[in-house]
């Protein structure tokens, strides 16, 4: 069974930082590219952060480039992004995702950040 499992979320104040991560289950790992998208209230679900295969390309998006680091452990079959700097701004639900070769896709259910003093 396949599964994709968010964890880190939490409340924490402007300029904080945070690390997400992602465990995935049920399937190669190492084989998918995997992202980071996040949804804030009341907007489009937004992609955020995306990592090669082995970690060796990464792209991210203009409102978190600097701030955001994305990082993967194939070994752990686990995902990361670093978070820091952190504004009002990107309080959102966090969702990892893992895309394969053959366009299939998996969604984990996502987990709250929330950024307030």
């Known amino acids: 069974q396949v599964q994709l499992v968010e964890s880190g979320g939490g409340l924490v104040q402007p300029g904080g930082s945070l690390r997400l991560s992602c465990a995935a289950s049920?399937?190669?790992?190492?084989?998918?590219?995997m992202s980071w998208y996040r949804q804030a209230p009341g907007k489009e679900r937004e992609l955020v952060a995306v990592i090669g295969l082995t970690g060796g390309i990464t792209r991210y998006a203009d409102s978190v480039k600097g701030r955001f680091t994305i990082s993967r452990d194939n070994a752990k079959n686990t995902v990361y992004p670093q978070m820091d700097s952190l504004k009002p701004e990107d309080t959102a639900v966090y969702y990892c995702?893992?895309?394969?070769?053959?366009?299939?896709?998996?969604w984990g259910q996502g987990t709250q950040v929330t950024i307030s003093s």
């Open positions: 049920g399937f190669t790992f190492s084989s998918y590219t």
């Open positions: 995702k893992a895309a394969g070769i053959s366009r299939n896709e998996y």
